[in-house]
């Protein structure tokens, strides 16, 4: 029996500093056009984009934390940090973005306001989906080099990287949310009716609301205790299979502790009258094949079934 106290993967964070120095940007922008036409739906989406700011540290707080060093504390590392902190995120996207949103739809439908200098408004939403466009392009691309044989819809229900899921699932919902403000503004200017801008907000903030239940879904699952991916599992059944002194592999638990780093236990069942000195060998092996075939794998436990072994 034995175990890798290895170090961290690096996992990258450029995806999450690029998503900050975009939104801080979009934040300053919002906030101008929204003083200047008055809109609630702009509002909302400058509220979501400084909430898209605290997210995004967040998100960066908890991978820095997950690349801490296991001790004698947390003798499995910090990995799970991450997605404490992505379910953070999560509940932030609920309550600070979508529900003020809702409840600016709801206040502005009640007593509307025209929408003035609508210039601004169009002006500074059409360069925020510039942006949040390239942005989420830039999470798209990074999402298919992961992805490796799975589809796109199948990694992210899959994926145990719930920081670059978060960060996606925040540009994506953005691009919409900058549609349906341009959208329901622009109504609301031309019918002269603040009724609109109301809608837009209201539905901006449904679709926040809508990613984050989807998104604390998804983390969730990982906070708790989520198994890796099935490729390891098989791995370690084709090993068992094919070595020619290990008769079956009982059973395989692996558990996700971090982005790229994995807990496996496995029970086998060795071919009668092994030596001790045997049995050490063939778990050595058995060992080096797996983590030389699925690098993620951390921590590593291997215990032989009973046998009538020769000592």
């Given at each position: 029996m034995s175990s890798n106290n290895s170090q961290h993967t690096n996992h990258g964070t450029g995806h999450i500093i690029q998503s900050l120095v975009v939104n801080l940007l979009i934040t300053v922008c919002k906030a101008v056009a929204a003083v200047m036409t008055k809109s609630g739906a702009m509002l909302a989406e400058a509220i979501h984009s400084f909430a898209d700011c605290a997210n995004q540290g967040l998100l960066y707080l908890g991978v820095k934390q997950a690349q801490r060093p296991p001790d004698v504390k947390h003798p499995l590392g910090y990995g799970r940090s991450v997605y404490f902190w992505s379910f953070m995120v999560a509940m932030l996207l609920f309550s600070v973005g979508g529900m003020f949103s809702v409840y600016e739809g709801i206040h502005k439908f009640e007593e509307p306001e025209p929408v003035h200098n609508i210039a601004w408004g169009v002006g500074i939403l059409l360069f925020s989906i510039l942006l949040e466009g390239y942005a989420t392009l830039s999470n798209i691309k990074e999402m298919n080099q992961r992805k490796g044989d799975r589809s796109f819809f199948q990694y992210i229900r899959e994926t145990k990287d719930s920081d670059l899921i978060i960060i996606f699932g925040e540009n994506s919902a953005a691009v919409l949310g900058l549609t349906l403000a341009l959208g329901f503004m622009l109504a609301s200017y031309y019918t002269d009716d603040g009724r609109y801008d109301a809608i837009g907000s209201l539905l901006i903030g449904l679709v926040l609301i809508g990613?984050?239940?989807?998104?604390?879904?998804?983390?969730?699952?990982?906070?708790?205790?989520?198994?890796?991916?099935?490729?390891i599992s098989e791995t370690a059944q084709q090993i068992a299979f094919e070595h020619p002194h290990i008769k079956e592999m009982i059973n395989c638990i692996t558990v996700q502790q971090g982005p790229g780093e994995v807990l496996v236990c496995v029970k086998i069942k060795c071919e009668p009258h092994l030596t001790a000195l045997n049995v050490s060998t063939l778990i050595n092996e058995f060992e080096s094949l797996l983590r030389g075939r699925c690098p993620e794998v951390k921590w590593l436990y291997v215990e032989p079934d009973l046998q009538e072994w020769v000592n």
């Open positions: 990613v984050a239940i989807f998104l604390s879904i998804e983390v969730k699952s990982l906070l708790i205790g989520e198994s890796a991916d099935p490729i």
